[in-house]
């Protein structure tokens, strides 16, 4: 490890305490180990996935459960749609706006940074009879990978 990564590593555990404290939940290291897990992989992830990576720390299942949960409550975490049995996470960052392309196959997800939602709100609204204004969406689109499709 260089000089200048522990540093860093103390700097990033440091704003993921401010991150907890400022929405009024305890600093545990179970949680900062959660947070570092979404910090770190940039990606969807349901419970097993984040015990995966966790593999090592004492961080039980029901805890990440209970965690990703309160997470999702003060926005911390968003949910992703992935037509899957699981529940998916990601971080909350509202300045980084993006959808997915999810494999059908393997499992596979990609960011996608593209998003015409201004327009299709536009749409949407215009066709509709009942509705007036949209707060939220999800657009995640399904499909098959380079790789899934070599056959």
């Known amino acids: 490890m260089k000089k200048g990564d522990k540093n860093t590593n103390r700097s990033k555990d440091e704003a993921l305490a401010h991150l907890l404290q400022d929405n009024g939940l305890k600093i545990t290291q179970g949680r900062i180990s959660i947070l570092e897990v979404f910090s770190k992989y940039h990606k969807p992830l ?17 805890t990440i459960y209970r965690t990703l949960k309160s997470f999702e409550e003060k926005g911390i975490l968003r949910r992703v749609d992935l037509r899957n049995d699981s529940v998916y996470f990601e971080m909350n960052e509202g300045h980084h706006h993006h959808h997915h392309l999810v494999c059908k196959q393997c499992g596979d997800i990609e960011d996608v940074d593209v998003c015409e939602i201004d327009r299709l709100s536009k749409m949407a609204l215009m066709n509709s009879s009942k509705f007036k204004l949209i707060l939220d969406h999800s657009l995640e689109f399904f499909g098959v990978c380079k790789a899934c499709n070599k056959g």
């Open 46 to 62: 349901n419970a097993e996935g984040v015990s995966k990576y966790l593999k090592g720390n004492k961080v039980d299942e029901a």
